[in-house]
Nanobody, 128 residues
């Protein structure tokens, strides 16, 4: 069973930066095949995809975060990161790390439909 544990959420002022981390463990497939992503859910809103990195290293982002957020992972693919700059109040949400081993899905499809394994989330609050 894949385990995902997020960290790094905090309360910061608009314009500031945060880096979220997600520790991944417990999977038996080769790390080559893991696809990972960040999703968020604000109070009263549906979950939305923020950024995804496919097993081949290709990335995709929600339009709302392009140019401000960067998804990356360490060489072992055991830690996923989300660097968030120029934060806005509308970025306030619970941020979730997710993963899957599906083949045949493009990055953008994961961003829209989600992934198979989820963490419990880390809270990001942006104030004016």
């Amino acid at each position: 069973q894949v385990q995902l544990v997020e960290s790094g959420g905090d309360s910061v002022q608009a314009g500031g930066s945060l880096r979220l981390s997600c520790a991944v463990s417990g999977y038996t497939y080769s790390s080559y095949y893991i696809n990972m992503g960040w999703f968020r859910q604000a109070p009263g809103k549906e979950r939305e995809g923020v950024a995804v990195i496919d097993s081949d290293g290709s990335t995709c982002y929600a339009d709302s975060v392009k140019g401000r957020f960067t998804i990356s992972q360490d060489n072992t693919k055991n830690t996923l990161y989300l660097q968030m700059n120029s934060l806005k109040p509308e970025d306030t949400a619970m941020y979730y790390c997710a993963a899957d081993f599906r083949m045949g899905w493009v990055c953008e499809k994961r961003l829209v439909y989600g992934m198979d394994f989820w963490g419990k989330g880390t809270l990001v609050t942006i104030s004016l």
